[in-house]
Every structure is written in C-alpha cells, then in structure tokens.
C-alpha cells in the first residue's frame, strides 16, 4: 500500500491535485480580501508542499510559477512577486524533499514553519508592508499557525489521496 502512495502519478490524481489548488487559491482569497484575516498563512503554499512531497518525479516549479501569477492577480499585487516568493521556497522544498518525507509528522510541522518563515522574510523585502498595531505580531504569526495547520493538511489530503487511489 504504501509503495504506491510513495510513487504517486499525477494521472491516478490529477483532479484531486487541481481541487486542491483551487480549494486552496479560493480559501486564500477569502481570508485575505473577505474576512481581512491576517495571520492565516498561504493554503496554496501548503498545498503546494505537499504536492511536491508527495508526487516525486516532477518539479513543480512551473506549478508555483503558475500559483504564484494567480495570486498576485488575485491580491492585485505587482505581477511576479509572489511567483519569486513561490518558486524560492519551492525550491527549498525540492532541495530536501526526500528527507522531509522520512522526518515523523511534528518535525515536518516545524521544516513549514521555516518555509514559512522565509516566505514571510521575502514579502517582508518585496512588499515593505505598513504594519500598525497588532499587526506586526500577526504578520509574523503566520509561521506558528503553518506549523499548526501542517498536520491538519497532511491528514485530510493523505486521505483524499489514499480514497482516489485505492477506489
């Protein structure tokens, strides 16, 4: 059973995959221009882990170059920024996938907690956000709440994976 989750094909997933991904971009969206949630970190970043976890034979760089132009047209931010701020921490991901999939789930937790982080630090030099407030404690909230809601994610698409490859 887990020989075959471990060698994922995009074909035996591809309509989860895409669900996922536009799962994600709608939720993101809503918690950033709806309910002006702050500190909620990127689903679509999370999401984009995972994928590139699990499915080993792709890169997945195109799929954060592309996931990234979505969310700057949809946060109306310049066009690129956060395709560079994709693409850098996927990359990351890409350089120890392997190792992160051998690491018990809490140890994952805190790796996306610093993928996180690093996404945070590049917005922080990309955007130069005006913070007043609490905001500045809720920017840099968003890794804690990664790490948090890492195993959630990993929970329910395990299982969505495992239900769509095994029925």
Not at 21 to 41: C, E, G, H, K, R
Not at 110 to 124: K, T
Not at 132 to 160: C, D, H, K, Q, S
Request: charge should be positive; hydrophobic fraction near 55%.
């Amino acid at each position: 059973m887990t020989e075959k989750v471990f060698s994922l094909q995009i074909n035996d997933i591809k309509w989860l995959f895409f669900l996922s991904y536009l799962t994600a971009i709608v939720i993101d969206n809503m918690m950033v221009l709806s309910f002006d949630i702050q500190f909620m970190p990127s689903l679509t970043l999370l999401t984009l882990f995972f994928w590139t976890t699990q499915i080993l034979y792709k890169s997945h760089l195109f799929s954060a170059f592309i996931l990234g132009l979505a969310f700057d047209t949809a946060l109306n931010t310049p066009l690129g920024s956060h395709s560079l701020i994709f693409l850098t921490t996927t990359f990351l991901m890409l350089r120890s996938r392997l190792r992160f999939k051998s690491y018990p789930l809490w140890q994952q937790s805190i790796i996306i907690g610093g993928y996180i982080l690093v996404f945070q630090i590049m917005s922080w030099f990309i955007f130069a956000p005006k913070l007043f407030g609490n905001a500045p404690y809720y920017y840099w909230l968003e890794p804690v709440i990664a790490t948090l809601i890492w195993p959630l994610l990993t929970l329910i698409l395990n299982r969505l994976t495992h239900k769509t490859v095994f029925n």
